[in-house]
């Protein structure tokens, strides 16, 4: 008899506020007990990721366009321990040596020079051996933080970080769901950073300005990479911390840095801007397009020089010396 009066004046929520479709996503468990929340976990994690390279890695410490307050900074360096392995001085070395050298074979990693496929598929391998030459290191890591967390955790326990990453996947999900969810969130840079950006941002898009290597800008919305997809942009103003230049183009980053300087958490430093028009950016791409043309009529003349050769040699070959 207790228990019907208890069960009467249990409080339910009125069901016009409480459709089933809230209670059932107000139920989190779906985010580690399914595929699909699984993968938005990845997706979400992934995307923090490439917004703690942007803005930390890539705009504040290569090229001092922002500058992050240690509140922002420090939660972004031990999220980029746990979820890459890459430390500061390692990443800014090799980013700034590609400024300084790019689409030359002293650039780390240009596809010009490489190759687009090289690049895409393995371009984490292309940075990991730039970033293993301590000649680099010395040059390029100047600016970086030498506190005693970077000294004794970050940079000789690399991949600790990604292996704490794995014990905690393996304890939220199951051990095979877990084990996906970490190799998503580990290969997401070397996937969308050292292969997408590096490789198709030198190789496939639209350009704004003509500059002296091949960047472009992949697609105008840098959503999903935090504006890095505007390659072209920021290879025209590298120290801006700004990188969309166009009305119609997002950069996502530019819009976490506008959030952080809100409560108080950035400064801009600089910001870069000449208002491309249409005008400007087809005559970019056409002076492009005919570089690009010249380009496969030489090797296209080369190969047949080649080819030319090669039947001399055969013909000589079966006539005979004496011939
Ligand atoms: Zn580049
Ligand atoms: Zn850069």
């Not at 301590?134 to 940079?155: A, H, N, Q």
């Not at 496939?204 to 919305?221: L, Q």
């Amino acid at each position: 008899m207790n228990f019907h009066r208890s069960n009467r004046i249990r409080y339910s929520p009125p069901r016009s506020i409480c459709p089933a479709i809230i209670n059932q996503y107000m139920n989190l468990s779906f985010l580690t007990h399914t595929w699909y929340g699984a993968l938005l976990i990845v997706v979400v994690t992934g995307h923090l990721t490439i917004m703690c390279t942007s803005l930390y890695l890539h705009r504040a410490m290569t090229h001092s366009g922002v500058r992050l307050h240690p509140l922002a900074s420090w939660p972004m360096r031990w999220w980029l321990w746990i979820f890459t392995g890459m430390n500061t001085r390692e990443w800014v070395s090799v980013h700034r040596k590609h400024h300084a050298f790019v689409e030359t074979d002293q650039d780390p990693h240009s596809p010009v020079i490489y190759g687009w496929a090289q690049i895409l598929f393995l371009g984490v391998k292309y940075y990991r051996n730039a970033a293993a030459d301590p000649e680099t290191i010395e040059k390029y890591s100047k600016g970086c933080p030498d506190d005693v967390i970077e000294r004794k955790l970050f940079i000789p326990h690399k991949f600790l970080g990604p292996i704490i990453l794995l014990l905690i996947d393996l304890v939220i999900f199951s051990p095979i769901l877990g084990f996906f969810v970490w190799a998503g969130q580990v290969l997401w840079v070397p996937f969308w950073a050292a292969g997408i950006v590096n490789g198709l941002g030198h190789t496939i898009g639209y350009r704004n300005y003509k500059v002296k290597d091949a960047s472009r800008n992949i697609i105008p919305f840098g959503m999903l990479l935090s504006g890095e997809e505007l390659h072209n942009n920021h290879h025209k103003f590298p120290s801006s911390s700004r990188f969309s230049q166009r009305w119609f183009e997002v950069d996502m980053g530019w819009w976490y840095i506008q959030l952080l300087r809100l409560v108080g958490l950035a400064k801009v430093e600089i910001v870069q801007h000449a208002a491309p028009n249409f005008k400007h950016a087809a005559l970019a791409a056409k002076e492009n397009a005919i570089e690009r043309v010249h380009e496969a009529a030489v090797a296209a003349k080369e190969a047949a020089s080649q080819a030319k050769t090669a039947v001399h040699v055969v013909t000589n070959a079966k006539l005979g010396p004496e011939y």
